[in-house]
């Protein structure tokens, strides 16, 4: 049977709270043996359910891989009103291309796409993400701005902030943005964000961008190439965590993170980039220019300093540094 995603919300929080069956019964107008069976089948589907006498049911363990059912359950306990839409998948070519079809296809946006892994998945200048199944999340926001695309220069830059801002916040670590796009934590790149857009008539009818976060990856889950440079969450944390939670977590934070973007005119992303960038003080060489990365500008151009005390602005490309 599929069990009802209703059921799973009492056990959400604070974790280990028991649960009496009588009282998700009569909450769901469900039967105290039908409450049993659905319990049954998230067992069968790696939950564990501690129960003791006149307490009822405690949620003990919970599976790390991406859950389905405990993700709608999540999305019913702190609802995301942002997104008109979010759908999952177990294995996509890439969260982004499945985006832009929804768009191209009049799906109402803004929505969400989301998976845990990608067959096709890339990165800026086409380069292949890696990206193996049930380790990591990939996510897509797309939206319909009709909006010029200088107003949304600096989205990229606004989402990365964010997301820095977050794995902060909840996870206690010192993350930091690579100009354009680039999250890293301990020098090592934990996401990537890539943006994509259809432009017509100088106006920005899509939007699509789309993230890559190493959640579960062990060191020997990337390529012989990345492992000196990638890093995941349970690699920095040293402990797995639950792709469904943190799935509800970066589509919460997505969701803000767009509204509030939309909202401001213009927003005001170099006031709060010091504080998240990486580049900052370091000589680097962005499309062939040497110089000591000095910030952004408010429309998110990097500000390169030359040896001859001279400025250079990098309004996209690469950049490298040591």
Known sequence: MQPNPEILVPFLHPPGTYVSGESIARALGLSRVSVH?????????????DSASKRGYALREEPMAFHPILFKALLLDTPIPFFK???????????????EAALAAGVPAPFLILATEQTSGRGRRGRVWHSPP????????AIRPSLPPARLQTITLWTGVRICQWLRDTYGLPAMLKWPNDVFVHGRKLAG???EARIDAEMTRDLTIGLGLNVNSGSMDFPPE??????SLSLQ????????????????????????????DP????????????????????????GIAQGITQTGSLRLKREDGSFALIHAGEVTAP
Not at 37 to 49: I, M, P, Q, T
Not at 226 to 231: D, I, N, P, S
Not at 267 to 289: T, Y
Request: charged fraction near 15%; glycine fraction near 4%; hydrophobic fraction near 45%.
């Open 267 to 290: 927003p005001d992303i170099a006031a709060s980039w010091d504080e998240f960038d990486w580049l900052r003080g370091q000589s680097v060489n962005a499309n062939g220019i040497q």
């Open 237 to 264: 944390l040293n402990n797995p965590l639950s792709l469904s939670r943190v799935a509800h977590q970066l589509a919460e934070v997505l969701a803000t993170a767009l509204t509030d973007f939309l909202a401001a």
């Open 134 to 141: 049930q380790k990591n999340l990939y996510v897509s926001a």
């Open 193 to 195: 964000i890539l943006t």
């Open 85 to 99: 839409t979010l759908t999952a998948h177990a294995s996509v070519t890439s969260t982004n291309d499945l985006a």
């Open 37 to 49: 069976k659905h319990l049954e089948a998230l067992r069968a589907d790696g939950f564990v359910f």
């Open 226 to 231: 990345l492992r000196t440079t990638a890093t």
